[in-house]
C-alpha cells in the first residue's frame, strides 16, 4: 500500500544511499540526495509501506486502478502541493490558496466528518493506491457542488472520471452542478462522459479564488 508522505518534513533516510524508487524501472529512480529533497518539498516524494522511497512521475498504468476514500489530515499537505501547481490553476482558471488559509479550511472541513456544519463530502482519489487528486461535493449558493483535481503528473489516465463515477455512486441527491473555465475541455469531457449537461456558459470576474473567465456551468438532475 502506498501512501504520501506529508512535503513539510524530511524524508526518512535509513542509509546514505541513493534512495531507489519501488519496482527499479530507470525513469522511477531517485537519483540524487538533492533532487530528493526537491520533490519533496513540491510533495512530489512517496513512500511505500516500508519507507522506500519513489518518485510519482514513474510510470503508472496508462489506466490505473482508481478509488476514493474519505480524506485525512495525513492528505492535506500533499493536496496543498497539488493546488499549488501552475498548469494546474491556468487550465482550472484559479488562484491557488496559501498553506494557511488552505490548512485553516481543512481543519474545518475535517472536524466535522459528517459535513453537518460545513456540507462538504470530502474525499481523495487513489490511482493504483497512490494519493493522485481530491473530489469533493460542497454547497454552493444552495447547491451541491461537485470539483476535483488531479496530480499533473497523471492527467489523461481515465483518473477524473473513474472518480466521479465513483462519487457519484455514494452521493446519490441530485441535482448536482459543477462549474468549469470555458477553456477546460479536458474538465468538460470528464463531466459529459458522466451525463452532466450544459446549462449556461457566461463571463465570471475575478473573485479571491478564480480568474475573470468564461464559465460554463453543468447539471447532472
Ligand atoms: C480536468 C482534470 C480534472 C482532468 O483529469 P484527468 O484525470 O486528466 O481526466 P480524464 O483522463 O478522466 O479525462 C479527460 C478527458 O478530456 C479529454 N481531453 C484532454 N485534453 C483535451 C483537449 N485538449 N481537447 C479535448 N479533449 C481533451 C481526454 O481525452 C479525456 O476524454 P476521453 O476519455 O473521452 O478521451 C485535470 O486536468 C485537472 O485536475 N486539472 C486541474 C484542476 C481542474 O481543472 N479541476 C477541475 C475544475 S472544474
Known amino acids: 500500500m502506498l501512501r504520501a508522505l506529508p512535503a513539510q518534513d524530511s524524508p526518512r533516510r535509513t542509509d546514505r544511499e541513493a534512495p531507489v524508487a519501488r519496482g527499479g524501472a530507470a525513469s522511477r529512480v531517485i537519483t540524487s540526495w538533492k533532487q530528493e529533497t526537491k520533490l519533496w518539498r513540491l510533495g512530489r516524494i512517496m513512500s511505500d509501506s516500508s519507507g522506500r522511497l ?13 478509488t476514493i476514500r474519505r480524506t485525512s489530515a495525513a492528505d492535506i499537505r500533499t493536496l496543498h502541493a ?36 460545513t456540507g462538504v463530502t470530502p474525499r481523495v482519489i487513489l490511482a493504483d493506491g497512490v494519493l493522485a487528486g ?46 468549469a473555465a470555458g477553456h477546460n475541455v479536458p474538465s468538460i469531457r470528464v463531466l459529459e462522459k458522466n451525463g452532466f449537461e450544459m446549462v449556461s456558459r457566461c463571463v465570471t470576474p475575478e473573485t479571491s479564488r478564480t480568474v475573470q473567465r468564461e464559465t460554463v456551468t453543468l447539471v447532472l438532475e
Open 82 to 117: 497539488f493546488e499549488l501547481d501552475e498548469a494546474s490553476n491556468e487550465l482550472a482558471g484559479t488562484k491557488p490558496r496559501d498553506w494557511p488559509t488552505f490548512q485553516r479550511r481543512w481543519t474545518e472541513i475535517l472536524a466535522d466528518p459528517e459535513g453537518r456544519a
Open 54 to 66: 519513489y518518485n510519482p512521475r514513474m510510470p503508472l498504468p496508462v489506466r490505473p486502478m482508481v
Open 134 to 179: 481530491a473530489i469533493n461535493i460542497s454547497p454552493q449558493d444552495g447547491s451541491d457542488t461537485l470539483g476535483y483535481w488531479i496530480a499533473r503528473t497523471l492527467w489523461g489516465r481515465g483518473i477524473a472520471t473513474r472518480a466521479v463515477a465513483l462519487l457519484l455512486r455514494e452521493f446519490t441527491r441530485r441535482p448536482i452542478y459543477a462549474t
